[in-house]
């Protein structure tokens, strides 16, 4: 089973910057997109960010312009670089990933990393 490991989350004042990694402890299936979630307290887990393996990004509209999403397909990571964070971008923020066993897809998460944006 590969698993993902996400990191640099933290505690940020509004207007602030953080960089999250998601490192992947194999190989996982470059051809399918990594993704980027986050999940607020009483709220649902929703997609921020996405990334194929070529480079096309897709966003949540309420981050566009203020988070960039990429990847290094060499070291099976994936990054979020979130600049003029706000109140309301705190949230566990998880990755995902696809990966092969048994030639069978698999869809694997990490276990989050906390974001929390102080006004």
């Known amino acids: 089973q590969v698993q993902l490991v996400e990191s640099g989350g933290g505690l940020v004042q509004a207007g602030g910057s953080l960089r999250l990694s998601c490192a992947a402890s194999?190989?996982?299936?470059?051809?399918?997109?990594m993704g980027w979630y986050r999940q607020a307290p009483g709220k649902q887990r929703e997609l921020v960010a996405s990334i194929t393996k070529g480079g096309i990004t897709n966003y949540v509209d309420s981050v566009k312009g203020r988070f960039t999403i990429s990847r290094d397909n060499a070291k099976n990571t994936a990054y979020l670089q979130m600049n003029s964070l706000k109140p309301e971008d705190t949230a566990v923020y998880y990755c995902n990933a696809y990966y092969i066993s048994a030639n069978v897809p698999l869809l694997s998460w990490g276990q989050g990393t906390q974001v929390t944006v102080s006004s």
């Open positions: 194999g190989s996982i299936l470059s051809s399918n997109p």
